[in-house]
């Protein structure tokens, strides 16, 4: 929409001429951001989209009903995921290795697991093996109660940093 000779100009006029679009507009590809500086910016970054996933907050909002040896599945790329957990319609323990081993999150990424059921808990064994979680102890997830996890790329661990109960 042209805007006319000696009209009044509004905001609505303005974004109607200057936003006028037909299609979305897009990139497909790798952006960069540099720093001619390093010492006073902080240093570059080369994949803007992967950082912007990494600082994203993965929250599930209904909570995951789970069966006997059962597996969770974390986003690769988010550093703060939140999941809640129940068991389906009796207290379960899940799978010894509770993430998989094939889809794996950022080194030192941070996992909360969060109970959703008195009656229906969620067990997360103590298992020190490759993809295993390392806990003062099992952890037992009632209503409210909290877990959480560091995962370490080095030792391949989900490392147990708090818990609330």
Same mark, same amino acid.
Request: aromatic residues 8%; contains cysteine; negative net charge.
């Given at each position: 929409?042209?805007?006319?000779?000696?009209? +009044?100009?509004?905001?609505?006029?303005?974004?109607?001429?200057? &936003?006028?679009?037909?299609?979305?507009?897009?990139?497909?590809?790798?952006?960069?951001?540099?720093?001619? *500086?390093?010492?006073?910016?902080?240093?570059?970054?080369?994949?803007?989209?992967?950082?912007?996933n990494?600082?994203? +907050?993965i929250?599930?909002?209904?909570?995951?009903?789970?069966?006997?040896?059962?597996?969770?599945?974390?986003?690769?790329?988010?550093?703060?995921?939140?999941?809640?957990?129940?068991?389906?319609?009796?207290?379960?323990?899940?799978?010894?290795l509770?993430?998989?081993?094939t889809i794996?999150?950022? *080194?030192y990424?941070?996992?909360?697991?969060?109970?959703?059921?008195?009656?229906?808990t969620?067990?997360?064994?103590?298992? *020190?093996?490759?993809?295993?979680?390392?806990?003062?102890?099992?952890?037992?997830?009632?209503?409210?109660? &909290?877990?959480?996890?560091?995962y *370490?790329?080095?030792?391949? +661990?989900?490392?147990?940093?708090?818990?609330?109960?």
């Amino acid at each position: 929409m042209p805007i006319q000779f000696k009209s +009044r100009l509004s905001s609505s006029i303005a974004n109607e001429t200057f &936003m006028d679009r037909t299609v979305d507009t897009s990139t497909i590809g790798k952006i960069s951001l540099l720093n001619p *500086d390093d010492t006073t910016h902080g240093s570059t970054i080369d994949d803007v989209q992967l950082e912007i996933n990494k600082s994203k +907050r993965i929250v599930n909002i209904l909570p995951e009903s789970l069966e006997d040896s059962d597996q969770l599945e974390l986003n690769q790329f988010s550093m703060s995921q939140y999941v809640k957990v129940q068991g389906q319609s009796a207290p379960v323990t899940i799978n010894s290795l509770p993430f998989g081993n094939t889809i794996t999150p950022q *080194d030192y990424s941070e996992i909360v697991l969060i109970g959703y059921d008195d009656a229906n808990t969620v067990t997360i064994e103590h298992n *020190d093996v490759d993809y295993g979680c390392l806990l003062n102890g099992n952890a037992t997830l009632q209503r409210g109660f &909290m877990l959480v996890l560091i995962y *370490d790329n080095n030792l391949l +661990r989900y490392i147990e940093k708090s818990r609330n109960f």
